[in-house]
């Protein structure tokens, strides 16, 4: 066992975001590796996760981002290097993740014990990576939001991406739930051996016109990451008792900062009126993973994500792997939405 020490004046590469804007705000840099308190851990990063949110992050569209410069990234995967002197469970040498909420694009993270959980020898550094941020974001939306149940429909936004691959893969553990999920053509053959039923392309076709002439009534639950014009269509495709689940804002990002597109796209989320909510017996529901990693029902979906790993329910999906010199690419590609699942770095 590892002792933690007071101080330390060791240093590590890492990503920093400098400023907010564009690609080159992105810089890696050496960072200082910060003491180790009783209950924490220090881990040896073997991967670590990008998500929507990171882009978010560095446009400044993400409310609960501290101010340039600091380390992004809320997801890694890695080996225990050193534990704190309160903590039990862990041991060094030890194969995990931890979901961090902040700091994880470094070569070393230091976080509190409580959110790291050993992972299985099969399960590589590069998946396990991707489970963090994806896996409970959907679990916690399907099962604590929406409260999914046997026999109902989902629509998944995004399919492809790397919550929209969680989402169908847990939605489909349950009896009888029929999916639709958007995506573009290229990728419908991938999303369907994933475990959607029913493909729209986003970008050729309606897609509320689209489930309509499949299920007239609309559906279930609705996964909104887009925000905008596609928040009113997803509340306007519940069934009642419905419920929309809104956990991001896609449609805000742009590369070339168009203030008229993001009052734009403000304004349609925003300017919903919550009297329908009565009239039409649906539910709008939130959901931001930032704000619950002190929750204890993050750390016990986590463990439920691990068993549904074992018993094969659980697959995640890498879609490519990054070098830290190499984050504006990466970003690049998401931003594009070339990509099916989550990326590594």
């Known amino acids: 066992r590892a002792r933690a020490k007071k101080m330390t004046a060791e240093t590590c590469k890492a990503i920093f975001l400098t400023g907010h804007g564009g690609y080159d705000k992105l810089q890696v840099q050496e960072a200082s590796i910060p003491a180790l308190k009783g209950d924490e851990v220090r881990i040896k ?12 992050q560095r446009q400044g569209l993400y409310r609960r981002s501290p101010t340039p410069p600091y380390i992004p990234g809320f997801e890694c995967a890695g080996i225990v290097e050193e534990i704190g002197e309160h903590v039990t469970e862990l041991k060094v040498d030890q194969r995990v993740m931890c979901v961090s909420g902040r700091g994880a694009w470094s070569e070393k993270v230091v976080a509190p014990a409580e959110r790291v959980i050993p992972i299985p020898e099969k399960l590589s550094f590069e998946e396990a990576a991707a489970i963090p941020v994806n896996y409970l974001t959907a679990y916690l939306m399907l099962f604590r939001c929406a409260h999914l149940r046997e026999g109902q429909s ?37 999303i369907k051996e994933n475990g959607i039923d029913y493909p729209i392309d986003y970008r050729t076709t309606d897609y509320e016109v689209e489930v309509k002439k499949i299920s007239p009534d609309g559906v279930d639950i609705v996964l909104d990451p887009l925000a905008g014009k596609d928040f009113k269509k997803g509340f306007n495709l519940l069934r009642p008792f419905g419920v929309t689940v809104l956990f991001g804002g896609a449609n805000f990002l742009q590369e070339n900062k168009s203030y008229f597109n993001l009052a734009k796209q403000w304004f349609q989320t925003s300017s919903f009126d919550p009297f329908q909510l009565i009239g039409k017996n649906r539910t709008v529901s939130g959901f931001d993973l930032g704000g619950l990693f002190k929750n204890p029902d993050v750390l016990v979906a986590m463990k439920e994500l691990v068993r549904l790993y074992e018993e094969g329910v659980v697959k995640p999906k890498v879609d490519s792997v990054f070098a830290f010199e190499e984050i504006g690419e990466a970003q690049k590609r998401m931003h594009s939405r070339l990509n099916v699942g989550d990326r590594k770095s």
């Open 45 to 56: 990063v073997e991967a670590c996760g990008l998500n929507f949110a990171e882009l978010m």
């Open 154 to 190: 989902v629509l998944i936004h995004m399919a492809a991406g790397g919550v929209g691959v969680a989402a169908t893969q847990l939605a489909k553990s349950v009896p009888n739930v029929t999916l639709f999920g958007t995506a573009s053509a290229p990728k419908h053959a991938v």
